[in-house]
Nanobody, 124 residues
Framework: QVQLVESGGGLVQAGGSLRLSCAASGRSFSDYVMGWFRQAPGMEREFVASISRSGTNTGVADSVKGRFTISRDNAKSTVYLQMNRLKPEDTAVYYC?????????????????WGQGTQVTVSS
């Protein structure tokens, strides 16, 4: 079992920045590919970013490419999502998730553990 707890969400003006953190506990953090997803009201959950076990390989959605960066610190069992140049359409609940796959993956159903989510609201 892996427990995931997100933090760092909040209200920010368009153009601003936030850094989300996701702290993991339980089984070895470095055994898991980690991902960030988001879900806006009335919308399906969508992939944002994913990072390999070592942190060497990452992938981000086209909608956030060049603005969001995923990273991890295995010593701290934490994954981060740095979000810059935020837009109102980035408003959503952001979730981190853990996958037992060996490479970054974009499909939500390939992730087995999920956090409770943190709200990000971007005002125009």
């Amino acid at each position: 079992q892996v427990q995931l707890v997100e933090s760092g969400g909040g209200l920010v003006q368009a153009g601003g920045s936030l850094r989300l953190s996701c702290a993991a506990s339980g089984r070895s953090f470095s055994d898991y590919v980690m991902g960030w997803f988001r879900q806006a009201p009335g919308m399906e959950r969508e992939f944002v970013a994913s990072i390999s076990r070592s942190g060497t390989n990452t992938g981000v959605a086209d909608s956030v490419k060049g603005r969001f960066t995923i990273s991890r610190d295995n010593a701290k069992s934490t994954v981060y999502l740095q979000m810059n140049r935020l837009k109102p359409e980035d408003t959503a609940v952001y979730y981190c998730a853990a996958s037992s796959y060996s490479v970054p993956v974009v499909l939500a159903n390939l992730y087995v553990y999920w956090g409770q989510g943190t709200q990000v609201t971007v005002s125009s």
